[in-house]
């Protein structure tokens, strides 16, 4: 088709900040490889026929982004195609089921119902966030958003996890085991690193186990399917439909690529969600986990585009602002300001939301999960190592935790000086700037006397 193939370059070489392919760096062979599937003689034949009967087929991305570019679907329909496409090949070895929202009267499927309402539910419900995501009632206010939805959004995928990585998921989070960890523990080392002579590292947890564990959400990770504990894929309209019901204060962005985004992000109401391509690699690793095949997706739609769109649109201006505040002397800060990944809105409280808390921890497990990730995991995983270097070599590393963690407190009197001198001089004050200035002078008096194993603990709790 003439008119597709003319499409083509101008579509991946476009300059709209919300461009699929704003992060292909190698646009020319992308533009190469689709316009020899625009080419083909049955092109029109197949973009005429639903995506679900294509998946097989060896040019189906292609396909699916020229059925975008002829407007035959949208963008959410494209970036649920690539995303279960990703799923389909992570799970080639395990059955892979696809639930209908609805059956063929349109009622409301009684099983996808049930999924529904364990999905929405937080983790632990000991934990400070055991809110439920949604209510039951809810739940069936959502399904009824969801009629109007395309048919091929109106479903979604349940696999068995490939590794249950849940029982070593302490192996960069939970900071109180790292540090009350005794020197001679194999039993205790293997669950904290796993089966550290895998060469893939198969057996450590991926991102999606850490969202579940220390993340405490399961919005759209683990349910019960048949008394087996599956995991869920939902469609992209799906998580689009809830996210409007919880807050609707970002609005999703499909890209192909990751890229450095979050500032412009929060500054226009919106959040990006990376999806697998052959057009650009997509990083194998992300905040230092495995990310296997569709888990970059699902950590950034199931977790951090929940979580944007509980923060208001006024609170998320207050974070770009402090962000750019902070950026020219504390950089690593200023990220925490833009990636705006503050837990207490899951309980719909935002005075009880302190930014402190959230740079406090951020710092201590970032900095924990480099050290790890960089310098102790390769040395476990090397068969020349012995057992007693290996055992030195954890030691080390809980001494150093200590160290990094003393230097912290004065570090974060810093940050929350600047903070609260920069908002102070600010006239004008919205309520919640007047909140967070009120937080900054709480949290200042409480450094300045508390002992080093109160901000420990101040640290590592959720």
Known sequence: MDSI????????????PSSLFR?????????????????????????????????????????????????????????TAFYWRSVFKR???????????????????????????????QTNPLSPYSKNILTEEQVNLWFENMRLQPSSEQR?????????????????????????MPKKNAELQRKIFGNCTDPDQSTLPTIMDAVYQEGQCNLF????????????FPSIGMAATLFKMVGGNATLTLRFGAGQNLRENGLN???????????????????FYRAPGDEYTSHDLCFHSYLANLVPREHQKLFIELGDFLAPTHPFFADRCYDMECHSYRNRSATTNTVMHTFSRHCFLGWSR????????????????????????????????????????????????????????????????????????????????????????YIISP
Do not use: W
């Open 91 to 121: 799970h080639e070895d395990h059955p892979v089921h696809e639930i209908p929202l609805f059956l063929e009267d349109m009622t409301v499927n009684h099983i996808a119902q049930l999924i529904m309402n364990q999905t929405v539910k």
């Open 269 to 287: 109401g919106e959040r990006d969600v990376v999806v697998r391509n052959p057009y650009q690699l997509t990083p194998k690793r992300v905040d």
């Open 221 to 232: 990770n683990r349910v019960t399917y048949n008394n087996e504990t599956h995991r869920i």
């Open 156 to 180: 979604f995928l349940i696999a068995t996890p490939i590794s249950d990585g849940t029982d070593a998921i302490v192996t960069m989070n939970n900071s109180a085991i790292l540090l009350l």
């Open 23 to 79: 992060y292909v760096r190698q646009k020319e062979k992308a533009i190469e490889r689709l316009s020899l599937v625009a080419e083909k003689p049955d092109l029109v034949e197949k973009l005429d026929k639903p995506l679900s009967c294509l998946t097989k087929d060896p040019d189906f991305e292609d396909l699916t982004v020229l059925a975008h570019l002829s407007g035959r679907i949208n963008d959410i329909q494209l970036g």
């Open 5 to 16: 193939s003319a499409q083509i370059g101008p579509f991946v070489n476009s300059a709209d």
């Open 370 to 457: 480099k050290n790890i990730s960089t310098h102790v995991l390769p040395i476990l995983q090397n068969p020349a190592t012995s057992d007693e270097e290996k055992e030195d070599l954890l030691v080390q590393h809980f001494q150093t935790i200590f160290t990094i963690t003393k230097e912290l407190q004065p570090l974060e009197v810093s940050i929350i000086t600047l903070v609260h001198s920069y908002l102070s001089e600010k006239t004008d004050k919205t309520p919640f700037e007047i909140e967070i200035e009120k937080l900054c002078t709480e949290r200042l008096t409480y450094l300045k006397t508390a002992s080093f194993i109160e901000h420990l603990l």
